[in-house]
């Protein structure tokens, strides 16, 4: 069945860079696009970033554009998200989720059939 | 702040019928799919409705999802203490250029 799995969260210092991976297994990776959400403790959803089944399209939040970036490696069915100068205020658990539309790239379409169990960013020094 | 506007809490007994509500605006809601997510204690959520009023396989008929304008709705029918949990709306936003949620409504079954 379909997994995802981040990894690379941790304990960071304010101003410090950190790189998350999302892992993809169970169906066709290269033909889905992948995001990521974020949830802050005791707070609801953030969309952050997102990138397109073949990698040529990038979706980024207003509140992370210029600090982050995503990438994806179909080869390696994986998905990173780059995030620079981290603040207090990232700290968060941080899903990646899996678009659901194969090849989508239709923006009122992308919507997430299945997410990772998350992974703690916790930003402090 | 979140973009999408849903109440931040609701509850019924078993069996009764609950409806959460979620608000938008011309550029999310008004031109754009809702979706809908359920989001149990301690675990990532899951997806219970797609394109406004669709339900994934797996997902009880209990559960429906309507939309009228810049407007939508989640109902539950035939509560049961399982539906505990939180619910979020998201959509497309054209102007953001991105997905927004709804802030959250946490759903309390007495």
Known sequence: QVQLVESGGGVVQPGRSLRLSCSGSGYLFSSFGIHWVRQAPGKGLEWLAGVSFDGNVEYYADSVKGRCSISRDNSKDTVVLQMNSLRVEDTAVYFCAKSAIFRGLKKSLIYFDNWGPGTLVAVSS | ?110
């Open chain 2, 1 to 110: 702040q979140s973009v999408l506007t849903q109440p931040p809490s609701a509850s019924g007994t078993p069996g009764q019928r609950v409806t959460i509500s979620c608000s938008g605006g011309s550029s999310n809601i008004g031109t754009n799919h809702v979706y809908w997510y359920q989001q149990l204690p301690g675990t990532a959520p899951k997806l219970l409705i797609y394109r406004n009023n669709q339900r994934p396989s797996g997902v009880p008929d209990r559960f429906s999802g309507s939309k009228s304008g810049t407007s939508a709705s989640l109902t539950i029918t035939g509560l049961r203490s399982e539906d505990e949990a939180d619910y979020y709306c998201a959509s497309w936003d054209d102007s953001l250029s991105g997905v927004v949620f709804g802030g959250g409504a946490k759903l309390t079954v007495l």
